[in-house]
C-alpha cells in the first residue's frame, strides 16, 4: 500500500485504491446505504463531523435512525451563532446523544494577544487553521473514518468529492453520503422528515460559518457568496 496513514493506526482494507473502486457502486446505493456501510466497517471509529448546517442534519438524522451510539463532534471556535449553539442544544436533546465539543488550542483572547485584533478579517487561512484544522486533525488522529456534509455543487474543490475516498491530510478514510445531492435534495429531506435546522438558512444564510466570516447572501449571488465575503478564500481548510 502506498497510501499514508498515521503512525501506529491500521486503515483496515481500505486503501486509496481499493476505496476509489468501491466509490461508484456505493454511490449507486444512496445516502443511506453509504452510512450503513460506513457504520459496518468502522462502528464507532466513524466520526460525524458537523457544523449542523443543513447537509449535517440530513447526516445527523440518518445517522440517528442507524445507531443509538453515534459518535458526531462539531467545532466550536467560540465564533458560532447563537441560532447554532440553540441549534446544537436543541438537536442533542431531540435525538438523545452528546456531540464531542472540540475546541482549540487557543482562546479567542490567546489568539488576540499572540497573532492581534480580528485576525479572520487579516488572514483568515491562519485564522482556521488554529480554530478549526488543527483541532480536527488532533481529534481525528486515532480514529479510522470521518463523515462530512459537502456536496459537488458547492464549491470548485468539492466537484469531484467522491462519496468515498482516502484522505491524505488526515490518514484516514473520508465519507461523503450527500457528495451527488443538490440543495434541493437537502431541504426536501429535511421537510420530508421534519428535521431541525438552523432559522438562519430561512433569513438569506445558505451556508453558516463563523459570525466574521458568514453573512447573508443577497439575490442572484451564489450560496457559498455569504462566506469570506470579498475575498478569495472558499474554503476553510478542512477539506482540501
Ligand atoms: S471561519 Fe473565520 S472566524 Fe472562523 S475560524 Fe475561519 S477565519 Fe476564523
Not at 142 to 149: I, L, Q, R
Not at 162 to 173: A, E, K, M
Not at 228 to 239: D, P
Request: glycine share 8%; charged share 20%; aromatic share 10%.
Amino acid at each position: 500500500m502506498t497510501h499514508q496513514s498515521s503512525p501506529g493506526r491500521d486503515p483496515g482494507p481500505w486503501s486509496p485504491e481499493a476505496l476509489a473502486q468501491l466509490a461508484p457502486d456505493l454511490e449507486a446505493l444512496g445516502a443511506e446505504a453509504i452510512i450503513r456501510w460506513a457504520l459496518d466497517q468502522f462502528g464507532s471509529g466513524l466520526v460525524l463531523a458537523s457544523s449542523f448546517g443543513a447537509e449535517d442534519m440530513v447526516l445527523v438524522d440518518m445517522l440517528c435512525r442507524m445507531t443509538d451510539r453515534p459518535h458526531i463532534v462539531y467545532l466550536d471556535t467560540g465564533l458560532l451563532f447563537p441560532e447554532t449553539y440553540a441549534l446544537i442544544d436543541q438537536v442533542q436533546q431531540r435525538y438523545g446523544f452528546q456531540a464531542v465539543r472540540v475546541v482549540p488550542q487557543l482562546s479567542l483572547d490567546d489568539q488576540q494577544s499572540l497573532w492581534g485584533d480580528a485576525l479572520w478579517a487579516r488572514d483568515p487561512d491562519r485564522c482556521c487553521t488554529l480554530r478549526k484544522v488543527e483541532p480536527l486533525t488532533a481529534y481525528l488522529a486515532d480514529k479510522s473514518a470521518w463523515m462530512t456534509g459537502i456536496r459537488r455543487e458547492q464549491t470548485p474543490h468539492r466537484r469531484t468529492a467522491p462519496v468515498v475516498g482516502f484522505d491524505q491530510r488526515y490518514g484516514i478514510t473520508k465519507v461523503n453520503p450527500l457528495a451527488p445531492w443538490t440543495y434541493k435534495d437537502v431541504y426536501r429531506y429535511l421537510v420530508r422528515h421534519g428535521v431541525p435546522y438552523n432559522p438562519l438558512h430561512d433569513q438569506g444564510y445558505p451556508s453558516i460559518g463563523c459570525i466574521p466570516c458568514t453573512r447573508a447572501i443577497r439575490p442572484g449571488e451564489s450560496w457559498r457568496a455569504g462566506r469570506w465575503a470579498g475575498q478569495e478564500k472558499t474554503e476553510c481548510g478542512l477539506h482540501l
